[in-house]
């Protein structure tokens, strides 16, 4: 049976609060940057507030539920939908448009000697070198081969690609923050029992560092799905539901199985509020998984769905002296 979608048939929007606390204990790890650590900042009212996980780094996990890596496949009630694989010259699995940062606009995708995929985005948008780019054509094509990329955004930053002014934004974000947020500093000492004194350098002697957690008493995760922008591409309505019940599908599956961020951020989901629109109750992760064979089914036919594998030859390194240097990648994504 599928989702009961009508409640979102004229939503511009559809946004979602999760409720989340440590699975064990009060403190976790937040993201970190570099130069930056924890990203931390003040709310409109003064309150101490954390950055738990990042955009880019939600849309990663929620392509991340979706991929079966024992089976190289997308988990099973996601079996098939377009997918691009990219193996190395041996032909074993090397990566694919699931998992990579950029999706279709990965190096691996399309930098390597293999112009499987290139030719065929040149050969189709050929027609958008100059002039408007048509981006229903463009979400037409990239249904057919990653779907991700109609959710999670992209950018085909290659000149010979429209001049490189093909993107699409994100249709699905999210993110996790923390409110009230305090600071747990602890540390420890890396020891080592044969030399104390050694030098710590190359690895040897006891080294002792810091450690920052945190306490808070609201994590809360939010998610926004754009469904404007997915009903201005104008895909037949069969895409359209699978798009948003796929959405759906990631979300659920993020927060029931994919919160385990990092060693030290080990999170549960408490609670799912459906802020906007009023009147939509989101379905569970039983009945999605239950249902998107069929959509997939439904959506097939229409959209064209392949599966494309790619061959990749190169290292991406940077050739040694006396050698040619290996072209630096035009793909600059849109961050994931």
């Not at 009961?4 to 048939?9: F, P, R």
């Not at 008493?217 to 948003?244: C, K, W």
């Not at 991406?316 to 240097?325: D, F, Q, R, T, Y």
Request: glycine share 10%; aromatic share 6%; with cysteine.
């Amino acid at each position: 049976m599928n989702p009961d979608l009508s409640a979102l048939a004229n939503a511009p929007r559809l946004l979602l609060r999760a409720t989340l606390e440590p699975l064990q204990g009060t403190r976790f790890q937040p993201t970190g940057f570099p130069e930056i650590g924890a990203a931390q900042y003040d709310g409109p009212d003064g309150t101490p507030m954390l950055l738990v996980e990042s955009a880019q780094s939600m849309a990663n996990r929620m392509e991340a539920v979706c991929w079966d890596t024992v089976a190289d496949d997308w988990v099973s009630p996601l079996r098939g939908l377009p997918v691009i694989k990219v193996n190395d010259k041996g032909g074993k699995p090397l990566t694919n448009s699931v998992l990579e940062a950029h999706r279709i606009n990965s190096p691996y995708i399309l930098e390597g000697q293999d112009k499987t995929v290139f030719d065929k985005l040149r050969n189709e948008l050929a027609d958008m070198d100059e002039g408007f780019v048509d981006l229903r054509k463009l979400a037409r094509i990239l249904l057919s081969l990653d779907i991700n990329a109609l959710l999670h955004g992209v950018f085909l930053a290659k000149k010979e690609l429209a001049g490189g002014r093909l993107r699409l934004p994100r249709a699905l974000s999210g993110f996790i923050e923390a409110r009230d947020s305090k600071v747990a500093a602890s540390g420890g000492v890396k020891n080592d029992s044969v030399n104390p004194s050694g030098d710590t350098s190359k690895g040897f002697g006891n080294v002792p560092f810091a450690r920052d957690e945190f306490v808070s008493p609201e994590i809360e995760a939010y998610f926004n799905l754009d469904l404007a922008q997915l009903r201005g591409y104008g895909l037949p309505d069969s895409a359209f539901n699978l798009l948003v019940a796929l959405a759906l599908y990631k979300i659920r599956a993020f927060l029931e199985r994919g919160l385990r961020l990092r060693t030290a951020c080990d999170l549960d989901c408490e609670g799912i509020e459906v802020q906007r629109p009023h009147g939509f109750e989101l379905p569970g992760l039983a009945a999605l998984e239950q249902a998107l064979p069929g959509l997939i089914a439904a959506a097939a036919a229409d959209a064209g769905f392949e599966t494309t594998s790619v061959t990749y030859t190169g290292g991406g390194k940077k050739a040694g002296k006396g050698k040619e240097e290996a072209k630096p990648s035009e793909s600059q994504g849109n961050g994931s």
